[in-house]
Each structure stands twice: as structure tokens, then as C-alpha cells.
């Protein structure tokens, strides 16, 4: 192995974040775009667009790989 750097990258829970908010921005996933809106259960209403989390690119719909920057994006539920 000459001269490789070995990207490590872990996870990081923050004071008074629970693991699964911290796995959650560690992993590339789509943010969906929501609204306030009382007629809707829990009065929010989830748009069709999203935003990629690692690049910020818009989307107006979900896709396995960010169109964008190309990264692979994992569902969590």
C-alpha cells in the first residue's frame, strides 16, 4: 500500500441527539420538502420534491442514486 489514505468516516452522536439522528445525517438520504397544513394528519404535508443530503441538489422525485453527485442513497425508516 503506497502512500493510500484510508478515508474513515464514523458517526457522531451529539449531546442530547439520540443514534438514530446521528446514523440519519450520516448516511446520504433524500430531505423531502413539507408544508405546514392543519387538514393533514400531524399537520404537515410532504411535497414531491427533494433535496439531496450530501450535495443539496433538488429532485423532483426520489431516486436510488442522486442524479447530481452520484451518491448512493439509503432509505431509513
Request: hydrophobic letters at 25%.
Amino acid at each position: 500500500m503506497k502512500n493510500q489514505q484510508l478515508k474513515k468516516k464514523g458517526v457522531r452522536v451529539g449531546k442530547n441527539e439520540s443514534a438514530y439522528e446521528a446514523l440519519k445525517k450520516s448516511v446520504p438520504h433524500w430531505i423531502h420538502h413539507t408544508v405546514k397544513d392543519p387538514t393533514y394528519v400531524g399537520g404537515i404535508k410532504y411535497l414531491p420534491e427533494c433535496d439531496c443530503s450530501e450535495c443539496g441538489y433538488t429532485s423532483s422525485t426520489e431516486h436510488d442514486v442522486c442524479p447530481h453527485c452520484g451518491a448512493k442513497m439509503h432509505q431509513l425508516s
